[in-house]
Each structure stands twice: as C-alpha cells, then as structure tokens.
C-alpha cells in the first residue's frame, strides 16, 4: 500500500541530510534506480522511514534541519547507528544547512554532483560508481577539483587514450586516495 506524503522539492537532499543526489542508486538505470528522498514514486520503492514520516508527514519540511527540535535523539541516534558510509556527513550536513541555509547547502551540492558526473562519464571503467559516489559525498569540493585537474594533467602528459576508462580510473582512484589519506578520510569499509 502506498502512503501519501507530499513530494519534496530537493529529492536530492534527504531528510536526514544525505546526499541521495551522490548515492548510487540514484544513478542506477532502470527499475531500481532511487528517485531521491520523497522523489516521485519513492514510496513505492522503499520501506517507511520514521524520520521522513516526522519531518515530511508531520512538518511539511525539506529536512530535519528545519525543526526547532534539532537534532532530536531520532535524528541523533540514526546517525550513530547506521553503518551506511556516505551517511558519515549526514548529520553536519544538517548542521551545515541549519547555519547557513538550504540554498547554499544545495549549491554546494550541484558542484558535487556536477564533478560526480564528470567521473563517471570520463573515469568510470564500470566499477568505480561507489567509490566516487563515496569519494565525492566525504571530500571536500577543492580537493575533488584537485583531483580531478591533476588526472586530466597526468592523462595528457602522458599522452593515454582518452577512450581507456580503466587506466583513466586508476590514475583518478590513486589521487582520490591520496586526498582522503592526508584527510585521514576512510573511503571503504573496514
């Protein structure tokens, strides 16, 4: 049975302060492609979820950093609890929109996913969607930028074929894994 929530107008920023815009299920083709928090026919596709029922259903509000009660022990103990690893900045995230306003929060994210599809157009050999997904969710947008300017440099310098995604891939992993081990970042599960 499918429960009737309004629609919110940032699929792309979930309640929570995920990023569903870097997630990569919703840059998968097809029948199980997400279509963001509350994006249309999301309900269909996932399971209840308490905090969008309190911040969607209750309050009409695009996320949690909204409410006069956050963070609220819901919001607070999901966040500690949930072993997905993009979700690591979902609580600064909010904190991030709470001081500064949903407007900036989704600036920021459009350079993010802006720089997401550069890599996986131009570096994804078929197996790196997740890890930039996760890498560009966790770093910040200066370093991705850097990461992404040097890759180009070594590709050219070297002369590789642009159409050879894999080593285009390796070059552009081996810098994000730099970035993220200077940042002490984890990119993986342990």
């Known amino acids: 049975m499918t429960r009737e929530y309004p629609e919110k107008k940032y699929p792309t ?3 929570c302060g995920l990023d569903c815009g870097l997630c990569p299920v919703y840059y998968t083709k097809g029948p199980s492609r997400c279509p963001g928090c509350c994006g249309p026919d999301f309900f269909n596709k ?10 969607i259903k209750k309050h009409n509000f695009e996320t949690c950093a909204e409410c006069s009660e956050f963070p609220c022990s819901k919001i607070n103990k999901w966040d500690k609890y949930d072993s997905f690893i993009s979700h690591r900045v979902s609580l600064s995230n909010l904190y991030f929109i709470k001081e500064h306003g949903l407007s900036v929060f989704i600036e920021q994210q459009e350079k993010r996913i802006e720089l997401l599809k550069k890599m996986l157009e131009d570096f994804n050999e078929g197996q790196s969607k997740s890890f930039y997904c996760i890498a560009t969710a966790l770093l910040p947008i200066k370093n991705l930028e850097h990461a992404l300017e040097e ?40």
């Open 151 to 190: 890759s180009e440099e070594i590709i050219k310098n070297k002369t590789i074929n642009l159409k050879d995604l894999k080593t285009k891939s390796k070059i552009l992993k081996e810098k994000i894994n730099e970035i993220a081990n200077k940042k002490k970042i984890e990119l993986k599960l342990r």
């Open 46 to 55: 996932h399971p209840l979820c308490s905090i969008i029922t309190c911040c």
């Open 13 to 15: 920023i979930a309640c």
